[in-house]
């Protein structure tokens, strides 16, 4: 399909070198990038404090992750609590690969993607070319058109919708494709997000992208909802109200684990917890993101709410702003609670793992009883 | 129908496939502004036009979707409840590419859903997108628009890019449904809810009336 972008410079943005910290165009809102200044990855001048950082995240490793497995099962809490604090940019896509199980996934599995990339075709193709140009759109690296980022992009699309033939290709999937691209290579980022949707460590997410009208959104939408109620009661009862329910404002937060349309800082942060400790972390930092900004909401009527729910004040995405609030609410038994009566429901337990993960290749060792 | 309001509400939907500009023709309408970085849609979002016709006071409110069909099932063109999904009888915006015939195909599919769920007299007007390409068209524009007054609908050829026809189909999709409502009224032809549709009605708004009309 010839596409339709002809008019887009790709050179002028290279060019003018106007990006940020993490290689995208600067925005005109030049006060939101300095609050999140300090949240610039760790680049060429890492000061001693992150210096510092990185040499115990190092040491915690080892050479290549040889350390890694042995350190969790010995220091559980000060894993969990040194990502909540943040992973060193310069170390984010190791670690990303180590906690999500997508490392052991591509050991296991020399070739595939390779084989899925050169010698498969997917029926997904059309569709995954349409929204090549208009994912990350911003970034230098998928500003090129048919440049290195795009092109890796849908190599990755591509191999997951021949990989899951039933999920093919789903609008949102770019977005978490693009970022892991933008930490690792191709094959790394196609094997972590096969762990992420087939379950390597968590509960699987596939369901958050199936026929049949995007099951698990819907399951944690209703969710969503119900903890809304409860934690933020007087809100819940605004929403309610004003007919604004979640698939209004949140269901790209779980589509997308806030990696479409959140500030870049806050969405890696966001990542690195979401990898350790699971898709409960989407909704401590909605329900945070609500009660941030609850006085506010809890006057606006319909239009201006959902204005709101999608245009969040500078201050709220700043990550250790949000995320202490966001950890402060405790939201796994309520969840736990929530699956069993869901399960209860549809009487039949929900798929929990791949055949290819075989029980050997991948240690658990983050579920459950960690809080 | 509810009683008189100064100030009347409609509701509609844009559908048609992915990268078919609906968001882009939204934005233009309803902001006046145009980028060719627009991200992939994956959550419908909700927008607002006043506007004026004949000295009434109209607000358009719009929801713009994503393209993929999957989505569908969150909102706001379905309405779920224990028995299964209904199509929400509401007017839609339906918006192809016209440099990519498939994505009229696609158009044809939603006209026949809406007709077979929807009420008979639903609005529907289709916008022949990104005219600003029409030397690249590979789809006469003859058979499209012989094909929307086949379904008693308006066809229009509209440029997100250029701010071009625009106005036009909004206008249109306002003046009909003002029409509509008019004769409803006047009890000519009284919009009976059909069993197993939801009808959304078009609730006057609670707001003041707005100052001005664009």
Redesign the interface.
Known sequence: ??S??A??DPGSYLLSRTVDGFGFAKQEQSNSTETLSKNRPVDDHPNDREQKTIRKWRKMIGVGGSDWKHYVRRKPHVVKRRIRKGIPDCLRGLVWQLISGSRDLLLMNPGVYEQLVIYETSASE??II??IS?????HVFYQQRHGLGQRSLYNVLKAYSVYDRDVGY???M??LAGLLLLYMSEEDAFWLLVALLKGAIHAPMEGL??????PL??EY?SQFEQLVKEYLPMLGEHFIQEMV?P???A??WF??VFS??FPFPLALRIWDVFLYEGVKVVFQVGLALLRFCHDDLIKL?F?KL?HAL?NFPAEAMNPDKLLPLAFSIKVSKRLEEFKREYEKRKERPLPHSLPLLSSSGIPIHNLAGLE | MSSRARNLTFKLVLLGDGRVGKTSLVLRYVNNVFSEKQETTVQASYLTKRLVIGGVPITLSIWDTAGQERFHALGPIYYRDADGMYLINTTALLVYDITDSDTFLRVRKWVKELQQMASKDIVMVIAANKSDLIRSKKYDIQEAESYATTIGAKLFLTSAKFGTGINDVFLDIAARLLQKKKSSFQGLSPALPRKGIIVVDDEPEREPPPKCCS
Do not use: C, H, W
């Not at chain 1, 208009?134 to 911003?138: E, I, L, Q, V």
């Not at chain 1, 992208?209 to 995007?214: D, R």
């Open positions: 399909m010839k339709t972008t008019e887009v059309l569709e349409r929204d208009r994912t990350f759109p911003s789903v609008q949102g770019g977005f992208y199936q026929q049949a009208g995007l959104v819907q939408l329910n698939s209004m404002y269901s790209q589509i997308t479409y349309s009527p239009e959902l999608k």
